[in-house]
């Protein structure tokens, strides 16, 4: 049984950062494209990033070199790295894997079939 755990949201004032982390069990990060999406209050979920098998990673044009994605093999987890944050990135984020493919062929939510329960990222002016 897949099971994604994110982790390392919280609040933080407007130019500040955090470190998302997302564990997963019953699957293995580096064996599929995996990716980080988010979801503000009455908005639809918006793809982040994305990481294939081999480690490519892309990324929004709303994250200008600001976020990082990256992967630990050994501990089985994933990562956001997120740093400058803006009011505007206020947002449940949650990690998305799938078993279709190991390079990244679409930015689309409804590619990926296991979601876990987000974390949430509020930041303040």
């Known amino acids: 049984q897949v099971q994604l755990v994110e982790s390392g949201g919280g609040s933080v004032q407007a130019g500040g950062s955090l470190m998302l982390s997302c564990a997963a069990s019953?699957?293995?990060?580096?064996?599929?494209?995996m990716g980080w999406f988010r979801q503000g209050a009455g908005k639809e979920r918006e793809p982040v990033a994305r990481?294939?098998?081999?480690?490519?990673?892309a990324y929004a044009n709303f994250v200008k070199d600001r976020f990082t994605m990256s992967r630990d093999n050994a501990k089985n987890t994933l990562y956001l790295r997120l740093n400058s944050l803006k009011p505007e990135d206020t947002a449940m984020y949650y990690c998305?894997?799938?078993?279709?493919?190991?390079?990244?062929?679409?930015?689309?939510?409804?590619?990926?079939?296991?979601w876990g329960q987000g974390t949430q990222v509020t930041v303040s002016s």
């Open positions: 019953g699957y293995d990060v580096s064996a599929y494209c």
């Open positions: 990481i294939s098998a081999s480690g490519g990673t």
């Open positions: 998305a894997a799938q078993t279709v493919s190991p390079s990244c062929r679409d930015w689309s939510p409804s590619w990926y079939n296991y």
